[in-house]
């Protein structure tokens, strides 16, 4: 064998930058099905109004052989115009954003109320028995908040997906 | 100038014209002389603007499937797009799997599909599909035109990303109010794509690298592919004099034959599933493959992970995502593989380059030995048509003519490629990658479109030719003298033989017990039906078919019961070949070769 290839599979964030045009989510969406790789989550939306462009961020795992044809295949697309991927190419910081709806009275609704102080998560809604939480941060403190929530009443989760930026003072 | 003036000039530059209108003047602006359609209620705008139009021939098939076969196969024996014209809804899908043919075999193409008026769209209307969905993933790139004023801009855009980079097709769908609405027609020259920027050049740092590996060769390999064809004729003549140059054994894949001429002595044949024991032991064996225009594919390597283990490997392909697809590279080469090569060879002469000739001397000595094996040989019959002899009887009768061969698929695809010998790139037409039965009889109708002069053969099996047979009445049409030469087993034979090796010899539907005549239904056509069901006899009538001046149904009976070898086997690597099932050297298939197509 010409390298013993890395089998392990990690989570990577990808940006794609596309021209607006109609279908161009489904063909950036339709590539990662067709061709069997996985979308852990996605966001789109278009990010500069008189360049007509878009950015998609997808955050998908595999191996590095399998994520090196993500790329690549996402670089074909007639409409793309660059692919960054933010875990290997340059460091980049990824926010979330998630919705936590949680139901309950009692020594349950303060825990919740406690570690949501903890997460620096906000209430945005409130009645006598639930709280809507706003939650921001990458997605592993999203994870963790969602998952102590769980025992405490959790009744609805709704995410954004990953926004993703490069530090420093360099655009993508 | 006044500002009226400027205004009065700027009017007289920009040429109003209705969307139909735009399509016929674009593809004229294009250079098209040829397309392939069919007409129906969403596409009557443009057929009304096609029926006065001098200089642009429609030829008009019996199936949106075979116009897209023929747009292939004129296409690829002429290095131009083919153009094709369909109707909306069941034209629209008719055309899928020439469309999927061609995104596979990476062949440029431009689809017009009519569509539903624009306020119609979504609403079930009839003969209404999702087109662009529909075709979104077995086309390079497509268009919903929803403004008129778009039109010209995106048909020069179409026939820019069909022909450049890797080729491919593309389909713009153009809505029925659209065709009928006035607007500004702008031509090629102005039309600069926003994103679309195919990189030709190679990186010079790679060309060295590659140059450097095959000066230190020991046991190389040139591996060749239909890349070398799509780079045009230069691609296939600077191959030559490199190959020449170096002195290396040369293999090809199915889609790059004629690239190489197969008289050659560097020659070693196809490589691949059915390819010569010479040809794919020299691929294992290698120290250096220097592999341009093909792309690893599951027919070539044979089991991925026992695939030439000892190997450096330089790899030449214009898209970026065939490198290390399926197989990992040490020396990476994106660009136009005519560049490439003129670069390659521009290098290895400034820079003095010499094989290792003792070295080189010993390889050629192994790969003699392989040759002596004579992978190709068969047992002759004097009862019998073996389907080899057949194909070499009509390669010999053939050979001192301008002949372009397309194909179906199955066994006879694999015997005509084993043993027609292509001299040249271009003529030689056959689905390698989506394998579609069905192609050949349509592509040559295309390739003999684009060749009135020459002799037209599509090697045929019986099974495959009934899925696109209608397209005989188009040959009839346009005066169109392609031979079809069927070899008629009665089985679908690679069905069989795989039926036979892997599935215990049950022979689940592979047998059409009612079969057409095919002399009567030539003569229902119009055109000549003949047959051959002895050896013997089988010279006068090849003699008869190539001189009639008309389309040809030939009718050749072979041996039902014919494998087709070499053969790897599924799941087994390039060392393992099979050379024929006489007795005890068939292997038993792995369960994991079971599971592979």
């Given at each position: 064998m010409n390298t013993i290839a890395d089998k392990r599979t990690r989570r990577h964030t990808i940006a794609v930058l596309v021209d607006n045009e109609a279908g161009?989510?489904?063909?950036?969406?339709?590539?990662?099905?067709?061709?069997?790789?996985?979308?852990?989550?996605?966001?789109?939306?278009?990010?500069?109004?008189?360049?007509?462009?878009?950015?998609?961020?997808?955050?998908?795992?595999g191996t590095p052989d399998v994520i090196e044809q993500i790329e690549a295949q996402l670089r074909r697309l007639v409409p793309v115009h660059r692919v960054v991927n933010w875990t290997t190419d340059k460091p980049g910081v990824e926010r979330e954003m998630a919705l936590v709806k949680v139901a309950g009275q009692g020594d349950k609704r303060v825990e919740a109320m406690r570690i949501s102080q903890v997460f620096r998560a906000r209430v945005v809604d409130t009645t006598h028995t639930s709280f809507v939480f706003e939650i921001t941060g990458g997605p592993d403190k999203v994870d963790n908040f969602i998952d102590l929530m769980r025992p405490l009443g959790l009744v609805d989760v709704s995410r954004t997906g990953v926004a993703a930026i490069s530090r420093g003072p360099e655009a993508m | 100038m006044d500002k009226d003036g400027m205004m009065n000039r700027l009017a007289e530059d920009v040429v109003t014209l209705s969307g139909a209108e735009m399509v016929i003047r674009a593809l004229k602006d294009q250079g098209v002389a040829h397309i392939f359609g069919y007409p129906g209620g969403a596409v009557l705008p443009i057929y009304d603007a096609l029926f006065a139009v001098e200089g642009l021939t429609h030829v008009l098939c019996r199936h949106e499937q075979g116009a897209v076969h023929a747009a292939e196969g004129y296409a690829r024996s002429t290095g131009k797009p083919g153009v094709v014209l369909v109707t909306s809804g069941p034209g629209a899908t008719n055309a899928?799997?020439?469309?999927?043919?061609?995104?596979?075999?990476?062949?440029?193409?431009?689809?017009?599909?009519?569509?539903?008026?624009?306020?119609?769209?979504?609403?079930?209307?009839?003969?209404?599909?999702?087109?662009?969905?529909?075709?979104?993933?077995?086309t390079k790139h497509n268009w919903l035109v929803k403004d008129v004023n778009d039109l010209s801009r995106v048909l020069h855009e179409a026939f820019q990303i069909a022909t450049t980079g890797r080729p491919g097709p593309v389909v713009v769908d153009i809505p029925k109010d659209i065709q009928f609405k006035k607007g500004a027609y702008v031509g090629p020259e102005s039309v600069s794509h926003r994103t679309y920027r195919p990189k030709t050049e190679p990186e010079l740092g790679s060309i060295v690298r590659a140059i450097e590996l095959m000066a230190?060769?020991?046991?190389?390999?040139?591996?060749?592919?239909?890349?070398?064809?799509?780079?045009?004729?230069?691609?296939?003549?600077?191959?030559?004099?490199?190959?020449?140059?170096?002195?290396?054994?040369?293999?090809?894949?199915?889609?790059?034959?004629?690239?190489?001429?197969?008289?050659?002595?560097?020659?070693l044949g196809?490589?691949?599933?059915?390819?010569?024991?010479?040809a794919n032991l020299a691929m294992h064996d290698c120290d250096v493959m220097i592999c341009l225009g093909a792309r690893f594919d599951d027919r070539v390597t044979g089991k991925i992970d026992a695939f030439s283990p000892n190997s450096k490997k330089i790899h030449l392909d214009i898209d970026a995502a065939q490198i290390n697809k399926n197989v990992r590279v040490d020396v990476p080469i994106v660009a136009d593989a005519a560049k490439a090569l003129k670069e390659m060879l521009h290098f290895w002469k400034t820079q003095r380059r010499k094989v290792n000739a003792p070295a080189l001397?010993?390889?050629?000595?192994?790969?003699?030995?392989?040759?002596?094996?004579?992978?190709?040989?068969?047992?002759?019959?004097?009862?019998?048509?073996?389907?080899?002899?057949?194909?070499?009887?009509?390669?010999?009768?053939?050979?001192?003519?301008?002949?372009?061969?397309?194909?179906?698929?199955?066994?006879?695809?694999?015997?005509?490629?084993?043993?027609?010998?292509?001299?040249?790139?271009?003529?030689?037409m056959t689905s390698g990658g989506l394998g579609t039965m069905g192609y050949g009889l349509p592509a040559s109708i295309g390739v003999q479109v684009a060749h009135p002069d020459a002799l037209v053969i599509d090697i045929a099996g019986e099974a495959s030719v009934q899925m696109t047979m209608q397209e005989m009445s188009t040959a009839m049409q346009y005066g169109l003298p392609v031979k079809i030469f069927i070899l008629n087993n009665q089985y679908m034979g690679m069905v069989r033989q795989w039926q036979q090796l892997l599935h215990g010899g049950r022979y689940s539907h592979s047998y059409s017990e009612a079969l057409p005549d095919f002399v009567k239904m030539a003569e229902a056509f119009g055109c000549v039906g003949l047959r051959a069901e002895k050896p013997g006899e089988?010279?006068?009538?090849?003699?008869?078919?190539?001189?009639?001046?008309?389309?040809?149904?030939?009718?050749?009976?072979?041996?039902?019961?014919?494998?087709?070898?070499?053969?790897?086997?599924?799941?087994a690597a390039h060392n393992e070949m099979v050379l024929s099932d006489a007795g005890d050297e068939t292997p038993e298939v792995t369960e994991e070769g079971k599971m592979l197509v």
């Amino acid at each position: 064998m010409n390298t013993i290839a890395d089998k392990r599979t990690r989570r990577h964030t990808i940006a794609v930058l596309v021209d607006n045009e109609a279908g161009v989510l489904a063909r950036v969406v339709g590539l990662f099905s067709g061709r069997g790789y996985n979308i852990e989550s996605l966001t789109v939306a278009e990010v500069d109004a008189t360049a007509h462009t878009s950015r998609i961020t997808v955050v998908t795992s595999g191996t590095p052989d399998v994520i090196e044809q993500i790329e690549a295949q996402l670089r074909r697309l007639v409409p793309v115009h660059r692919v960054v991927n933010w875990t290997t190419d340059k460091p980049g910081v990824e926010r979330e954003m998630a919705l936590v709806k949680v139901a309950g009275q009692g020594d349950k609704r303060v825990e919740a109320m406690r570690i949501s102080q903890v997460f620096r998560a906000r209430v945005v809604d409130t009645t006598h028995t639930s709280f809507v939480f706003e939650i921001t941060g990458g997605p592993d403190k999203v994870d963790n908040f969602i998952d102590l929530m769980r025992p405490l009443g959790l009744v609805d989760v709704s995410r954004t997906g990953v926004a993703a930026i490069s530090r420093g003072p360099e655009a993508m | 100038m006044d500002k009226d003036g400027m205004m009065n000039r700027l009017a007289e530059d920009v040429v109003t014209l209705s969307g139909a209108e735009m399509v016929i003047r674009a593809l004229k602006d294009q250079g098209v002389a040829h397309i392939f359609g069919y007409p129906g209620g969403a596409v009557l705008p443009i057929y009304d603007a096609l029926f006065a139009v001098e200089g642009l021939t429609h030829v008009l098939c019996r199936h949106e499937q075979g116009a897209v076969h023929a747009a292939e196969g004129y296409a690829r024996s002429t290095g131009k797009p083919g153009v094709v014209l369909v109707t909306s809804g069941p034209g629209a899908t008719n055309a899928v799997t020439g469309l999927t043919d061609a995104l596979m075999d990476s062949i440029p193409l431009v689809v017009l599909t009519g569509q539903v008026a624009t306020h119609l769209i979504g609403n079930d209307a009839f003969q209404e599909c999702d087109t662009v969905g529909i075709t979104r993933p077995c086309t390079k790139h497509n268009w919903l035109v929803k403004d008129v004023n778009d039109l010209s801009r995106v048909l020069h855009e179409a026939f820019q990303i069909a022909t450049t980079g890797r080729p491919g097709p593309v389909v713009v769908d153009i809505p029925k109010d659209i065709q009928f609405k006035k607007g500004a027609y702008v031509g090629p020259e102005s039309v600069s794509h926003r994103t679309y920027r195919p990189k030709t050049e190679p990186e010079l740092g790679s060309i060295v690298r590659a140059i450097e590996l095959m000066a230190a060769a020991e046991r190389p390999v040139f591996y060749t592919g239909g890349g070398i064809i799509n780079a045009g004729p230069e691609a296939s003549r600077l191959l030559r004099e490199l190959v020449r140059t170096t002195g290396f054994p040369i293999t090809s894949t199915l889609m790059g034959l004629g690239a190489y001429p197969a008289s050659d002595p560097q020659w070693l044949g196809m490589l691949g599933m059915h390819g010569t024991y010479e040809a794919n032991l020299a691929m294992h064996d290698c120290d250096v493959m220097i592999c341009l225009g093909a792309r690893f594919d599951d027919r070539v390597t044979g089991k991925i992970d026992a695939f030439s283990p000892n190997s450096k490997k330089i790899h030449l392909d214009i898209d970026a995502a065939q490198i290390n697809k399926n197989v990992r590279v040490d020396v990476p080469i994106v660009a136009d593989a005519a560049k490439a090569l003129k670069e390659m060879l521009h290098f290895w002469k400034t820079q003095r380059r010499k094989v290792n000739a003792p070295a080189l001397k010993d390889w050629w000595k192994q790969i003699e030995e392989w040759r002596g094996k004579k992978s190709l040989s068969y047992r002759q019959s004097n009862s019998v048509i073996k389907p080899q002899y057949a194909i070499d009887r009509l390669y010999e009768l053939t050979r001192d003519r301008e002949v372009f061969i397309t194909t179906e698929v199955g066994q006879h695809q694999m015997w005509a490629a084993q043993r027609f010998k292509f001299e040249g790139p271009n003529h030689w037409m056959t689905s390698g990658g989506l394998g579609t039965m069905g192609y050949g009889l349509p592509a040559s109708i295309g390739v003999q479109v684009a060749h009135p002069d020459a002799l037209v053969i599509d090697i045929a099996g019986e099974a495959s030719v009934q899925m696109t047979m209608q397209e005989m009445s188009t040959a009839m049409q346009y005066g169109l003298p392609v031979k079809i030469f069927i070899l008629n087993n009665q089985y679908m034979g690679m069905v069989r033989q795989w039926q036979q090796l892997l599935h215990g010899g049950r022979y689940s539907h592979s047998y059409s017990e009612a079969l057409p005549d095919f002399v009567k239904m030539a003569e229902a056509f119009g055109c000549v039906g003949l047959r051959a069901e002895k050896p013997g006899e089988l010279d006068d009538k090849i003699r008869e078919m190539i001189d009639v001046k008309r389309p040809v149904l030939f009718d050749c009976r072979v041996d039902p019961k014919e494998n087709c070898y070499p053969m790897i086997y599924s799941g087994a690597a390039h060392n393992e070949m099979v050379l024929s099932d006489a007795g005890d050297e068939t292997p038993e298939v792995t369960e994991e070769g079971k599971m592979l197509v």
